[in-house]
């Protein structure tokens, strides 16, 4: 069974930092890209990064750009998230998703989905 599990969520203040976890099992996603979407209350979901099987190539949410940083680790099979500078309105739940990268990032979707982790960010 393909399990994508998150993790690091939490509440953390303005212009703090938090780094999200996410731990694949059921299968290596080594060659699969890997990404991150997040939703927030009322809205929907939407793309923040993904990152190749390499690692070589990685892309963001135009407004995330400089703050958020993506990368992975294959030999653990996970992706994470460093989140920088953190601002209220990156309060959301963040989903890990694994698949092509050409449907993380083009389409904005994945083939895989985690069940999320809350990130809170107080003003």
Not at 15 to 34: E, H, N, P, V
Not at 64 to 81: E, M, P, Q
Request: aromatic residues 10%; glycine residues 12%.
């Amino acid at each position: 069974q393909v399990q994508l599990v998150e993790s690091g969520g939490g509440l953390v203040q303005a212009g703090g930092s938090l780094r999200l976890s996410c731990a694949a099992s059921g299968r290596s996603f080594s060659r699969d890209g890997m990404g991150w979407f997040r939703q927030a209350p009322g809205k929907e979901r939407t793309f923040v990064a993904a990152i190749t099987w390499s690692g070589i190539t990685t892309s963001y949410a135009d407004s995330l750009k400089g703050r958020f940083t993506i990368f992975r680790d294959n030999a653990k099979n996970t992706v994470s998230l460093q989140m920088n500078s953190l601002k209220p309105e990156d309060t959301a739940v963040y989903y890990c998703a694994a698949g092509t990268y050409s449907t993380l990032v083009l389409r904005k979707t994945g083939d895989y989905w985690g069940q999320g982790t809350q990130v809170t960010v107080s003003s």
